[in-house]
């Protein structure tokens, strides 16, 4: 009996956690509009539904992938990763993209700091640092 209410628990607690997870990833794209910017910045708004597609689809995948413990099997497994670490990347530096433009970060960030003519030395800063801090935690970190 005891196992029962153990188990169910854990049911209703892993429930409330993806309801919870899921209504900030949703009011996150909603209320940012991310999806709508994302599509006007790649010029590819007749395309948008093909984004959102891919984004409930790629939520879908992982997450089986991940519950069930699935495993992909390649040989030479490094080439076919590299690529798939590139298109990570390039997505996720789109959405990130997308996000900073849409909140304005960077003019507030540049008004407050009396950065207005370095704003070109203050993006590519923070490219740089992204850039070297992967490659660190890539090449050193996780060796």
Do not use: C
Request: glycine share 10%.
């Amino acid at each position: 009996m005891v196992d029962l209410l153990l188990s169910l628990f854990v049911a209703l607690l892993g429930l409330a956690g993806g309801i919870a997870v899921g209504s900030g990833m949703v009011a996150l794209l909603v209320v940012f509009d991310l999806i709508p910017r994302l599509a006007q910045l790649a010029r590819a708004y007749k395309k948008s539904i093909w984004f959102e597609t891919a984004l409930v689809a790629g939520s879908v995948y992982w997450s089986l992938a991940d519950f069930l413990d699935w495993k992909l099997f390649l040989p030479l497994n490094h080439i076919p990763m590299a690529g798939m670490g590139l298109l990570d990347g390039i997505f996720i530096g789109m959405l990130a993209a997308a996000l900073t433009e849409v909140m304005n970060v960077l003019p507030i960030l540049a008004k407050r700091l009396h950065l207005g003519g370095f704003i070109h030395a203050l993006v590519m800063a923070m490219v740089l640092g992204k850039v070297l801090g992967s490659l660190f935690d890539w090449l050193v970190y996780q060796w």
